[in-house]
């Protein structure tokens, strides 16, 4: 197993369309996926995640468009014959087979002798780290167990690209943290691309090198995971990704053509826009929590980005402090602080009156669209 540099397109789907008893689940899909990389597929439940998998899998056929796979048309290429491979998220390990026979199958169909059978699955089980369970029965396994045999199962072959969907659902918390981590070394490792389908954010965060976000199938932003939390294309992927709070605002006057005065829940203040604005217009105003901090009230200075709210909730989360500010129009903001930073700002009172305060430029500001 060699390390691969990504670069060309591994795998390109070309204005794809597909729909089920006359509903489009897909509508023009277009998607490239560089070689060597970890992807994410991340959407809200029904958005048509895993049906993107089947397509590339060849489980399921498009209505209309095209699927490349390493340069070659595969649209109409059966499943067998594509040279990539779908882990499920109930693993579907043949039952009557110990691990070594599972992993052994794609090989045997291939007609591939006993020694280079032999030597191939040795290895994966090695790589896998599951030597010791090579003879016993899927039954006999743990879900973290089960999960690991499924993946040596679908990379023996070596396919080209190996299809994930929701593969680690069905484990506990901290099995799934470990998983996380593994299927990363593993990706790594072997150089083969991974593209994984999961409605978990955190999840896609940690393991993936790209993040392609979808809604009613449509791909909504396909970027690095930084990208993504810190430019998010729309108000969608904004709230999908983390925890967000949204502020209303109006432009009182124009400063410049992206610069501008806006009013912001009752709060006066200047903006930078990446886009032009007018006086009147409607914009929204997104802030994470953790670019927020709670003051005691010394000054109300108008020129100072300072929201005035009253403590609702405060929750020490061990390295997080999490309070939840109730502002003028009865608006909830959520602020996040890392408690070793707090110093002597820890003793705020239930309803006490505190400024909220935020960073330089760490607003992500849109049209308002409602
Ligand atoms: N074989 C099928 N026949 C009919 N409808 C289907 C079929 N497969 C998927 N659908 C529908 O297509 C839409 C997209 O389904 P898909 O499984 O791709 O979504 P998903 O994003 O993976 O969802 P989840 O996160 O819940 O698994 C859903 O409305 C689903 O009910």
New binding site residues.
């Given amino acids: 197993m060699k390390e691969i540099i990504p670069s060309r397109s591994l795998i390109e789907l070309r204005s794809l369309t597909?729909s089920?008893?006359g509903?489009q689940?897909?509508s023009q899909f277009n998607l490239k996926i560089k070689n060597g990389q970890f992807l994410a597929?991340l959407?809200?439940?029904?958005?048509?995640?895993?049906?993107?998998?089947?397509l590339i899998a060849g489980l399921?056929i498009a209505d209309q468009g095209r699927i490349f796979l390493d340069g070659q048309d595969i649209t109409t290429v059966p499943p067998s014959k594509r040279n990539v491979n779908i882990v499920f998220q109930n693993y579907a390990l043949f039952p009557h087979m110990s691990v070594f026979e599972n992993i052994a199958f794609g090989l045997k169909i291939k007609k591939q002798s006993s020694s280079v059978v032999s030597e191939k699955v040795e290895n994966i089980l090695e790589i896998m780290q599951i030597q010791k369970l090579k003879n016993r029965y899927p039954n006999k396994l743990s879900g973290g167990q089960q999960q690991r045999v499924a993946i040596a199962r679908a990379m023996i072959n070596q396919p080209k690209a190996l299809l994930l969907?929701?593969s680690l659902s069905a484990l506990d918390y901290s099995l799934k943290k470990k998983m996380q981590k593994e299927l990363k070394r593993l990706q790594r490792q072997s150089g083969i691309t991974f593209i994984y389908?999961?409605?978990n954010q955190e999840e896609a965060f940690s393991m993936s090198d790209r993040i392609l976000i979808?809604k009613e199938?449509r791909l909504e932003q396909y970027a690095s995971p930084e990208e993504i939390y810190k430019n998010p294309k729309n108000l969608f992927v904004a709230k999908f990704v983390g925890e967000i709070n949204i502020l209303d605002a109006t432009v009182v006057y124009r400063i410049e053509e992206k610069k501008a005065r806006v009013n912001c829940e009752g709060l006066y203040y200047d903006i930078s826009t990446k886009f032009p604005t007018y006086q009147g217009q409607k914009l929204k105003i997104l802030l994470r929590p953790e670019d927020l901090k709670i003051k005691k009230i010394k000054k109300i200075k108008f020129e100072n980005k300072q929201l005035i709210g009253f403590i609702r909730e405060r929750i020490y989360k061990g390295m997080i402090v999490d309070t939840e500010i109730e502002i003028k129009n009865g608006k909830r903001i959520k602020v996040s602080e890392i408690s070793s930073q707090l110093k002597g700002e820890r003793n705020y009172l239930l309803n006490q009156k505190i400024e909220i305060k935020w960073k330089e430029n760490s607003e992500i500001i849109f049209f308002d669209e409602s």
């Fill in positions: 597909k089920f008893k509903k689940v897909i597929i959407g809200p439940s029904g958005c048509g995640k895993s049906t993107i998998l089947r399921e969907d929701e389908v999961t409605h979808m199938g």
